[in-house]
């Protein structure tokens, strides 16, 4: 008795194997499936872009001197003609008095030699044989010298050249824009030519990035972009295009510490209304080197090698069955197949799915 009970007990277990076996294999694997359908494919790179004012004008001291006033601060928006700082012209005005009464002195002066030397009277001495010709000359001469004419003109190029630089003592904004960089404090003492600050057109921005030489022989001006900003609730995307590729290219310096040598693009952005730039931000500019619509696209990982060419997994009647394709044009993650698939097909994403084999049940998980 014993031994039959041992004899079926082991018949039941193996029935249950073979019956559970029987399941696993009649149960249909679960895998994420791709429903084939046309799309677009590009080869594209990425550069970082950074955005900068379209127009930024560094305002300077022009002659310096003590700094009496800053009429703006960072981030201020002024228009041209506005007043922005203010420099001590105290010493300009003595100069300028100085030289008006230096001016008024060299003509009192001439009055005084012309009223000394009465011509007219030496020309009646002359003519009456009282003078002597060569008298009556150097006098002539002294009366019609450019000496005077010309000591004058000097001191008044000098005044007018001092009012001048008294009329553009202070600093005036070039043109319509927002302050940035203030770079120098009331009371300050500056030199000529100092830079006081920046001045940057608000709401008018381009965007600068530098490109592989071997990649920017292939982008020209007017050609599309793509620009890309990270937020936290996902990228924003918009639109730009080329509007200048520079004529040289200049070393950089890559994050892996190599020297490159690349070209300066300076890119339109098409900016919209919800989206906040300021200059110094960071963007990703994606560029479009070719492009082909309209194909059949799957990502290269679901492909591998089959019979010296090509293949992958596709599902068919509701079962796995292999696929040979020929590839087309492909970028960095994706191909076009241009032999042995049609709109519809359902792709196995994973081809190195455990248990997956040719007549096995496949549904989407």
């Known amino acids: 008795m014993k031994k039959k009970w041992k004899i079926t007990l082991g018949a039941v277990l193996l029935i249950f194997i073979i019956l559970m076996v029987v399941i696993q294999t009649a149960k249909p694997l679960e895998t994420k499936l791709l429903i084939l359908k046309k799309e677009d494919i590009a080869k594209t790179f990425k550069e970082e872009g950074i955005v900068k004012a379209e127009k930024e004008t560094i305002v300077?001291?022009?002659?310096?001197?003590?700094l009496t006033g800053i009429s703006v601060k960072e981030g201020d928006n002024v228009q041209a003609g506005d007043v922005l700082a203010t420099f001590d012209s105290q010493e300009l005005h003595y100069q300028i008095q100085a030289l008006e009464g230096q001016l008024r002195s060299i003509e009192a002066q001439k009055d005084l030699e012309e009223l000394t030397i009465d011509l007219e009277t030496k020309k009646l001495l002359y003519e009456a044989g009282a003078l002597s010709q060569q008298e009556y000359e150097e006098a002539q001469n002294t009366l019609n010298s450019d000496y005077y004419p010309a000591l004058l003109s000097t001191v008044k190029a000098q005044i007018n050249q001092l009012k001048y630089q008294v009329a553009q003592k202070n600093a005036i904004a070039p043109l319509a824009g927002t302050i940035a960089e203030l770079q120098v404090k009331e009371g300050m003492v500056i030199s000529p030519a100092t830079p006081l600050l920046t001045i940057f057109s608000a709401n008018a921005y381009k965007v600068e990035t530098y490109v592989l030489t071997e990649d920017a022989s292939?982008?020209?001006?007017?050609?599309?972009?793509?620009?890309?900003?990270d937020s936290q609730s996902g990228d924003l995307v918009f639109n730009g295009t080329v509007e200048q590729i520079a004529p040289s290219a200049v070393e950089k310096l890559s994050t892996l510490g190599l020297i490159e040598q690349r070209l300066k693009v300076t890119i339109t952005p098409?900016?919209?209304?919800?989206?906040?730039?300021?200059p110094g931000y960071a963007l990703d500019v994606e560029f479009t080197l070719d492009k082909q619509e309209n194909q059949l696209v799957i990502p290269k990982t679901v492909l591998f090698p089959y019979n010296d060419g090509n293949a992958l997994w596709v599902v068919k009647d509701g079962k796995a069955e292999i696929r040979p394709v020929t590839k087309g044009f492909e970028n960095d993650k994706s191909v076009a197949i241009t032999e042995g698939l049609q709109e519809g097909d359902q792709i196995i994403l994973n081809p190195k799915l455990e248990g997956l084999k040719e007549g096995k049940k496949v549904k989407q998980s």
């Open 270 to 278: 098409q900016i919209p209304k919800e989206l906040v730039l300021k």
């Open 60 to 66: 300077s001291s022009l002659y310096g001197g003590k």
């Open 218 to 229: 292939r982008l020209q001006p007017k050609m599309e972009v793509k620009l890309i900003q």
